[in-house]
């Protein structure tokens, strides 16, 4: 990632704490850790929420079979720019994850087979967590699987608890699948299938 791209995040960061999330974007091995062993068939949708300036994107793109089959929702327009200057290929989409559901209907995307998620659920509002909770209880379908990530130190502070909660009402329990300590700061990936 360019220099200027993590300047651009931190930014972000400054001017809007709570939305971005984080400092600086995630490591490498954090985003492989998020789509390893994906195994994805041509056709099969895979949506992305809040990439942010793409550190997940690559990883993502990698693992798709074909690059028209990803989506992704940024809310951060400095970011969809940036996004579309490093994945061309990619379609990223300038709206809020919570719009994602009407944004593939919309493109005869009903079927979704993953939603990787970078979104801060720990600093966004209540209202906010719960609207995207509703856009994947609506997106995931039989198969589909959502995979996110929680700071480890704030993995027991009350948002992050709230979130895992709602999830497991509306979509079922989770499964941490990685530990990643070499990102700053440390991180758990959990994975959620329907
Ligand atoms: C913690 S950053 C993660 C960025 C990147 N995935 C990474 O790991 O470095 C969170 C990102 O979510 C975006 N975001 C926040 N709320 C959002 C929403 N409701 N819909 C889509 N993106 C959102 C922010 O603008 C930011 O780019």
Sequence with gaps: MAPHETIAFLRAFLKNPGRTGAIAPSSAVLARAMVRGLHLAPGET?????PGTGAFTGAIRDALAAP??????EVNPEFVHVLGRRFPELKVIDDSAAQAPAHLAAMGRDSVRAVICGLPFASLPPGVQDD????LDRLMRPGSEFRTF??????????A????????????PCVRIATVWPNLP???VLQWKR
């Design 161 to 172: 608890v709230r979130f895992r909660r709602r999830m497991l009402q509306r979509v079922g």
């Design 46 to 50: 895979v949506v992305e929420f809040g």
């Design 132 to 135: 995207v909770i509703d856009a």
């Design 68 to 73: 028209g089959d990803y989506v992704g929702f």
């Design 186 to 188: 440390p991180a758990f």
């Design 150 to 159: 929680q700071y480890v130190h704030a993995y027991w502070l009350p948002p």
